[in-house]
């Protein structure tokens, strides 16, 4: 299977592989990318409080209402205090520089407690209680800010929850592979709950293949490696329909800031259209719902230009809440993309990447997908409407155990 | 200066350059009096004549259970490194068939390999960004497993591609999809120059080939998606000496010509050019359409001996052997007997020129050797 995005192949990882946790050099690398990203994602904080009086025009970053006091000498509650303020003026001058690298993280042990500091900081936390509109700062800033001394020091050994957050702080677009092991048991086969004395079920092997999408580009040739998958999972945070990336100038939008949703859409399109992938099913994922269902109350959905025509029936009562209105509505988005492109079904599914239930029958339900395709080779009649598998339903599935 | 003045101006500027740029490539046609097999042509020259006969088949082979990547031979003697996507590295005694070495790779998604002038170890790189080393002459361990000697990592790419710098155990020129090209010295594992990157100017996409002069060693072209291919002194780092500018496609192969002068280039848009490197020129297309359908992509490339003849590998299976001077096809391997049944993903020529091995996504390699009375050019 290839695979596109981070917490669901750690979650796979720390399931289905057994030396998930002994393998030491595993360890030293996300330590040093925690460290690392520690002190990069407290930057979109920092550079908003470097004006002067900390509250001037700051249209860079889209402040919503921004006060326009204009005398310089203002104290606001946006203002740092001078001594972190000149901490945090060094720490932008050498990421400006591009060389992070070569203090980090050799100093992150001198430097932790005042990071901590600076975030602890009135100011910056007063800050931060708008970072909905900081499309910059990473949803997992103030679940390691809080321990920076604790990530820093050389004791520190990651939870496995630290390894589940710190998604998206690596940096280049190497690969990871794993291989596990899944049974074939499945509902439509007879033993299924059924026969305790029946022989243990074989057991099929697969190997998941992680790939950082921000090494996606235009020239993606090494893709043509992949044209034997079985399957191709593609990994989308529901929550990001808000959040901006700085798309590479010669990309179709024209301007430099994009929807990150945008981006998974084009992408997405990219992949479905790629001639290696023309007979190979596609499973989407759409995950962080619990972030998604959160964001719901307080950003529209229209916030993502391809979503603007949503219309949720009002008022939602539990069993149609906007959450769930939302995410389908997506789903249809996509599986109609899909259809318009290929003619064929798009396989979806819904996750909270953090919670390892959803993410063991995620790889249930792909596992089935895979069957299902192998099937349909060999002829098999499996008439549409009979499909077990179909998406409209999901509250029926059969791996989510019945209350 | 705010935000939108430097966007402005950024703007500008390259709309400048983009002007500038159109206005060599006229200057450029307008010089371009004739091409290479123009001016043969014109003094009476005529193809080489290649029979079926005369390039055959002498040996397949056959061990790797997946799609072949990369090949190259050693200098001296007759040995073969072939990496495929089963995630082997296989070293082969070409003149008997037999498998000397068959290394089980840390990552499978392996994309090119490398023998060191002395023959004593082969390099490798692809998906995992690293560029492994192994000394042939190790022990293995264990677990049956060749070890790393060396491992070469920094880059934030795919590694497509390496070469050793000729007569240099130590170091060797990686090319990769973080838009860079690397040179290493292999006994400390760091990295000696960086060519382009984010603040040098370099390619901008994905640099997909390498080829060092054998006659100028310090003289390397690389090829890359961003359809040009640049030509480095491996002493300057900051800048490449010159960009060829004229393909329509990725580049996914670059040549030297054997007298370090020239090199020629393969590409997506399914031509072949010579370019020299003095002048900057384009000296010629290699180009034959085939009729309707996808054009093929030139996959892999090298020259005879003389420069004479250019054995292409293609993507739907073709090998065309072209004769430089006059721009023509005298034989297409991919026609005749034994010959591959898929698409030739690499070839390369012995070091003495007498034998051509290609690689396919059939999962073999195959020997072709000049027959009969066929002298070798």
């Known amino acids: 299977m290839l695979k596109l995005h981070l917490p669901i192949v750690e979650s796979a990882q720390q399931m289905y592989s057994r030396n998930f946790v002994k393998n030491e050099i595993r360890w030293i690398d996300v330590s040093c990318v925690l460290r690392v990203g520690c002190f990069v994602s407290s930057c979109p904080l920092l550079a908003v409080v470097k004006r002067p009086s900390g509250c001037t025009s700051l249209t860079d970053f889209n402040f919503i209402g921004s006060e326009t006091e204009s005398a310089e000498n203002i104290q606001c509650v946006y203002s740092l205090n001078p001594r972190l303020k000149n901490f945090s003026d060094w720490l932008l001058d050498i990421i400006a520089t591009g060389d992070l690298d070569a203090f980090f993280p050799a100093a992150t042990r001198e430097y932790a407690p005042l990071v901590e500091e600076v975030w602890k900081d009135p100011a910056i936390q007063e800050t931060y209680k708008r970072k909905n509109e900081l499309h910059f700062l990473p949803d997992v800033a103030d679940y390691f800010l809080g321990k920076a001394v604790e990530v820093s020091s050389n004791e520190y050994e990651p939870s496995e929850q630290d390894i589940l957050y710190a998604e998206g702080v690596t940096q280049g677009n190497a690969l990871a592979f794993m291989e596990f092991q899944l049974d074939d048991r499945s509902p439509m086969s007879e033993t299924y709950g059924d026969n305790l004395d029946a022989p243990p079920p074989p057991l099929t092997r697969y190997q998941l293949i992680r790939l950082n999408a921000k090494g996606m580009n235009e020239g993606c040739k090494w893709v043509e490696m992949f044209e034997d998958v079985r399957v191709v999972v593609f990994c989308v945070a529901l929550s990001d329909y808000d959040q901006m990336w700085v798309a590479p100038e010669d990309s179709g939008s024209g301007t430099l800031l994009q929807n990150k949703m945008m981006h998974y859409r084009e992408l997405f399109e990219t992949m479905v259209r790629h001639p290696c992938f023309k007979e190979t099913p596609f499973v989407l994922i759409l995950n962080k719902y619990d972030l998604f269902e959160e964001k719901l109350n307080c950003v529209a959905l229209g916030a993502c230009e391809w979503f603007t025509d949503f219309s949720p029936l009002r008022p939602h009562n539990n069993s149609q809440s906007l959450a769930h209105q939302a995410y389908y509505y997506v789903a249809m988005k996509f599986k109609d993309l899909y259809a318009s492109l290929t003619g064929r079904k798009l396989f979806v599914w819904q996750a909270r990447a953090r919670d390892r239930i959803t993410v063991d029958e995620a790889f249930k339900y792909i596992r089935e997908v895979v069957k299902w395709d192998e099937e349909k080779e060999e002829a098999y009649y499996v008439g549409a409407e009979d499909s077990f598998y179909s998406t409209t339903d999901i509250s029926s599935s059969p791996f989510i155990r019945q209350e | ?377």
């Not at chain 2, 490798?124 to 190790?138: E, H, K, P, R, Y």
């Not at chain 2, 996409?205 to 006659?215: G, K, M, P, Q, T």
């Open chain 2, 1 to 377: 200066m705010s935000v939108t003045e430097l966007k402005e101006r950024h703007m500008a500027a390259t709309q400048t350059v983009n002007d500038l740029r159109e206005k060599l490539k006229q200057k450029r046609l307008e010089l371009l009096d004739t091409d290479v097999s123009g001016y043969a042509r014109s003094q009476g020259k005529t193809p080489v004549t290649f029979g079926p006969t005369d390039l055959v088949c002498c040996r397949i082979l056959q061990g790797h259970t997946g799609k072949v990547y990369s090949l190259d031979w050693t200098p001296e003697k007759n040995r073969i490194v072939s990496a495929s996507q089963d995630g082997r590295l296989i070293v082969w005694n070409a003149l008997t068939s037999q498998k000397t070495h068959a290394i089980k790779l840390p990552c499978a998604w392996v994309m090119t390999c490398a023998f060191s002038p002395g023959g004593q170890s082969v390099a490798c790189g692809g998906l995992d960004s690293v560029c492994s080393i192994f000394n042939l002459n190790s022990p293995i361990d264990k677990d049956g497993n060749h070890p790393v000697s060396r491992m070469l990592s920094g880059h934030k790419g795919y590694v497509s591609s390496c070469q050793y710098v000729p007569d240099e155990d130590t170091h060797l020129i990686t090319s990769s999809g973080d838009q860079t090209c690397v040179l290493w010295d292999i006994t400390t594992g760091l990295r000696t120059s960086v060519f382009g990157g984010e603040f040098q100017s370099g390619h901008t996409a994905d640099v997909l080939s390498v080829s060092i002069s054998s006659s100028n060693p310090r003289l390397f072209v690389s090829g890359s998606c961003d359809t040009t291919a640049r030509l480095w002194d491996t002493r300057v780092a900051s800048r490449a000496q010159r960009t060829f500018h004229g393909h329509e496609g990725d580049v996914n192969t670059v040549k030297f010509f054997p007298d370090g002068n020239r090199f020629g280039t393969g590409s997506d848009d399914g031509t072949c050019r010579l370019f020299d490197i003095r002048t900057g020129h384009q000296l010629q297309v290699y180009y034959q359409p085939h009729g309707d359908g996808d054009i093929p992509h030139v996959t892999s490339m090298a020259f005879s001996i003389s420069g004479r003849l250019l054995f292409v590998g293609y993507s739907n299976g073709d090998c065309y052997v072209w004769d430089t001077l006059l721009a023509k096809v005298v034989l297409n391997l991919g026609a005749v007997q034994n010959s591959h049944e898929g698409r030739i993903s690499c070839l390369g020529l012995s070091a003495d020129g007498s034998a051509l091995c290609t690689g396919s996504w059939d999962t073999n390699l195959k020997i072709w050797a000049f027959g009969g009375h066929r002298s070798v050019i």
